[in-house]
């Protein structure tokens, strides 16, 4: 009989796990000994947190992440096929939401593997959930393209839609890059729409500001090399 795959949330930043984990969670991580991860190195941080009840030299992690060829993933699910439970670890905070690891999940109904959600931070609805936005209708985008006038293109788009369909649509940024989108949506979206900016979600600096396009252009804030979520909804008027 096959293991379970669990989907092990983590924190979005530094500080008390225990505002963000649930004890209850925590309970039932602590006792795993196989993980997929994407980064071993923060895997073992969080871990560590946790205080499992297994030593972290005992505790056996395979690696997923965006440079894994979908052929590999296969072997990846070969702990569970064995019979041992299995968590699966994202440094998205919640596993397979804009994260590689969909592809293992997906993989493992198809074998007939019981898979289990964890409860835990996800920064894309605790953004949407503070914005004052729509949250009856949204869409997620991931990122947007990085060549300047698709870029363009896709925020104009993206704003129409909002428009007609009364939809929030959110996206990220590679947080180098963050401030450089903020004013490309200030340039390009109408003055009446509506943006909010969300960084460091659960952190010690967490910032969530919904404004229109108008009133964002009198004060920017710096949100360079900080996690962040953009929620736009377009207002003609």
């Known amino acids: 009989m096959p293991g379970t795959l669990y989907l092990v949330p983590a924190p979005l930043g530094d500080g008390d796990i225990s505002w963000v984990i649930p004890e209850q969670v925590k309970?039932?991580?602590?006792?795993?000994?196989?993980?997929?991860?994407?980064?071993?190195?923060t895997a073992r941080k969080f871990l560590k947190q946790l205080d499992c009840l297994v030593p972290l030299q005992d505790i056996k992690m395979q690696v997923l992440d965006e440079h894994t060829p979908p052929a590999d993933i296969l072997s990846l699910l070969e702990p569970l096929l064995a019979g041992n439970d299995v968590g699966l670890l994202s440094e998205a905070g919640c596993p397979a939401v804009a994260d590689p690891g969909a592809g293992l999940v997906r993989?493992?109904?198809?074998k007939g593997i019981k898979v289990v959600p964890y409860v835990g931070p996800s920064s894309i609805l605790l953004a949407l959930?503070?914005?004052?936005?729509?949250?009856?209708?949204?869409?997620?985008?991931?990122?947007?393209?990085?060549?300047?006038?698709?870029?363009?293109?896709q925020i104009l788009a993206l704003e129409k839609?909002?428009?007609?369909?009364?939809?929030?649509?959110?996206?990220?940024?590679?947080?180098?890059?963050?401030?450089?989108?903020?004013?490309?949506?200030?340039?390009?979206?109408?003055?009446?729409?509506?943006?909010?900016?969300?960084?460091?979600?659960?952190g010690a600096g967490e910032y969530i500001e919904t404004k229109t396009v108008k009133a964002w252009k009198h004060a920017l804030p710096d949100i360079n090399k900080r996690p962040a979520i953009f929620l736009l909804h377009g207002k003609s008027s």
């Open 27 to 41: 309970a039932c991580i602590e006792r795993l000994t196989y993980f997929v991860v994407e980064h071993p190195k």
């Open 107 to 110: 993989m493992a109904h198809q």
């Open 129 to 153: 959930m503070a914005s004052g936005l729509n949250g009856q209708q949204f869409a997620f985008n991931g990122y947007l393209s990085i060549k300047h006038e698709a870029r363009i293109s």
């Open 161 to 202: 839609l909002s428009m007609v369909q009364d939809q929030t649509q959110i996206f990220i940024e590679t947080p180098y890059r963050n401030q450089k989108l903020l004013a490309l949506l200030l340039e390009t979206c109408k003055d009446s729409s509506e943006l909010c900016v969300a960084c460091d979600i659960t």
